[in-house]
């Protein structure tokens, strides 16, 4: 039986959801499954683990693992895969994720895929499906090792449910300190925000709100729909939003059920970040944005005008 | 300090890219810098000229690189390694880190700034990959780089919970975010100059490696597939109160988003 190690998406104490998808996908390939969860006060996180899916759970639980660092990080995963013996090793698609999978690769001679959206097993052969070149072309592709290490970009699985697993805690050893690579510093988002990655709703704004008052006129509306606040990078670029608010291929990716877009053209390299998503709403002053061509529905007009309409209007059939 | 910047040719990505029997049609297609690598081209100047740094770049690609390799130059990259190589057709990142291995070896470099990913791979792994098998430390998605004393660097990088700041011992390889800088756009007095520039090209060969040893690929591509692209829905012009409330209606009956 194909053995796969789902690495658990944690923050601030929090389980994600990505990783019940992850999970989920796991079990409907038949695999084996189990989860390694790496970080600091994560203990109790252990039934949680396994009700998403979860036989085993390989638990790194250090005040040393507090603050990220991908080195001891990659150790606790690169240990964790090898009590496991797995034949794949699956990240979601999320910073931490992006700067570990490639160092737990190097490390087991695996080969390394990134936002993976698909994959496949016929007997002991892999193989995986992900986008390219910003989103312009679809690859497959053939793994050639006995390990593959996989990122699985957001929205690729579905979690479902009734694939609860055991629970099976296994501790990890703690590995040495990046002594060369010294984390001295968090600078913390705004939290009490809701994340990107788990809204089911995504409000993003772009240039086109100009200034402060456009944004905040914007985030009234994501408010009332307690949705994700997101950007284009103009929005980052101009000092407006915070970097992890920028939804795009160097930004966020992100999958929700509906994804407003108000004052954002839609370059490509921002569509690489939204056209997951199930609902697209637009809302441009040019008739000819790019935006337009991805979006279910579009409102041609200012947005000065428009989103305080939009509020009003949902408010009522809220109501 | 010694900076050693590795650079790709990428297929342009504002343009189509049209697919056929699944393989990219190359005709039409146009090649740029990989966006990321500029900005670690930019990255390096700065070092240079802020801190007095030597810089070098490398590039794995074919002899119609150099065009590329001048446009850095003229940005104020001081020397340029072209690996010239038919055979590493198909290769994939963790070849490529082999390869940038030896090229690291044949220096005594201190810093490697690649780009955070490649726009025609999307994979974002050589510069990891490259620093796990020189052993060096390394901190991807960086924002902003500073350097503290001979043997450290700061920077910031962009994490999942915020801005993580770490102190780095060199040698060490970075790869950079396109928020780290704003690439400069060559002067005319860079342009000529970089013209009489001379580009070391070397094969595997001469590189002092082979195929054998940089090793196989891990992973191939079978199939390139079109992208399932969206098609535009209702777009609606005219009175804003009368369409936005059309929308919200829609949002609702239609797509059933708000229930
Ligand atoms: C390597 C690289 C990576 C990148 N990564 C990302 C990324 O991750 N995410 C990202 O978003 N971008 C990314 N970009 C930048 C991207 O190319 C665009 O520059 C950016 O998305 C533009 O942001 P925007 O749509 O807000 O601004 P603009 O393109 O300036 O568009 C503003 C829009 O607002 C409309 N508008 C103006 N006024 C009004 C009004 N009053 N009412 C309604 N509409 C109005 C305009 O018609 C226009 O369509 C990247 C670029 C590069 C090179
Ligand atoms: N053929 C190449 N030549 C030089 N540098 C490369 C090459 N391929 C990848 N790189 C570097 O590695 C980075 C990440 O590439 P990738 O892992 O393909 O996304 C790029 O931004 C480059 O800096």
Known sequence: ?319 | MKILTTVKKVVDVELNIHIENGAIVEDGLQYVINAWDENAVEAAVVLKENNGAQTTLVSIGGEDNTDMIRKCYAMGIENAILIDEPSLAGADSFVYARVLQKVYETGDYDLVIAGKQAQDTDNGQTGIILSKYLDLPCVSNVISMEVMDETHIKVSRLGDGGIEIVELALPAVVTVSDSINEPRLPAMRGIMMAKKKKIEIMDLAKLGTSLDEVGGAKSQIVEFMKSKTRQGGQKFEGDAAEITTRVVDLLANEAKVFI
């Open chain 1, 1 to 319: 039986m194909v053995k796969i190690l789902v690495i658990a998406d944690i923050k601030e104490g929090v389980l994600k959801g990505s990783t019940a998808e992850l999970l989920s996908k796991a079990k409907e390939l038949g695999a084996q499954t189990a989860v390694a969860a790496i970080g600091y006060g994560i203990e109790p996180l252990a039934q949680a683990l396994a009700d998403a899916g979860s036989d085993t759970q390989y638990i790194a639980d250090d005040s040393s693992l507090e603050l990220f660092s991908p080195g001891p990080y990659a150790d606790c995963v690169v240990q964790a895969a090898k009590l496991f013996e797995a034949d794949m090793i699956w990240f979601g698609f999320s910073e931490t994720g992006k700067t570990v999978a490639p160092r737990v690769a190097a490390s087991l001679d695996a080969a390394c895929a990134t936002e993976i959206t698909d994959v496949t097993l016929e007997g002991e052969q892999i193989q995986v499906i992900r986008p390219a070149i910003a989103g312009k072309v679809i690859q497959r592709i053939k793994v050639n090792t006995k390990i593959l290490v996989a990122l699985v970009r957001a929205g690729a699985f579905e979690a479902s449910s009734g694939m609860a697993g055991t629970q099976n805690v296994l501790p990890l050893s703690i590995p040495a300190p990046d002594l060369r690579a010294v984390i001295k510093e968090i600078v913390l988002d705004a939290s009490g925000d809701i994340d990107l990655a788990d809204a089911d709703i995504v409000i993003s704004v772009g240039r086109g709100a100009k200034d402060q008052a456009g944004v905040d006129l914007v985030k009234d509306l994501a408010m009332d729909l307690a949705a994700g606040f997101g950007s284009s990078r103009a929005m980052v670029d101009g000092g407006f939003m915070a970097h992890n608010k920028q939804v795009g291929q160097t930004g966020k990716i992100v999958a929700p059920s509906l994804y407003v877009a108000i004052g954002i053209s839609g370059a490509i390299q921002h569509l690489a970040g939204m056209t997951g998503s199930k609902t697209i709403l637009a809302v441009n002053k040019d008739p000819e944005a790019p935006i337009f061509n991805v979006a279910d529905y579009g409102i041609v007009g200012d947005l000065f005008e428009v989103v305080p309409i939009l509020r009003e209007e949902i408010k009522k059939i809220r109501a």
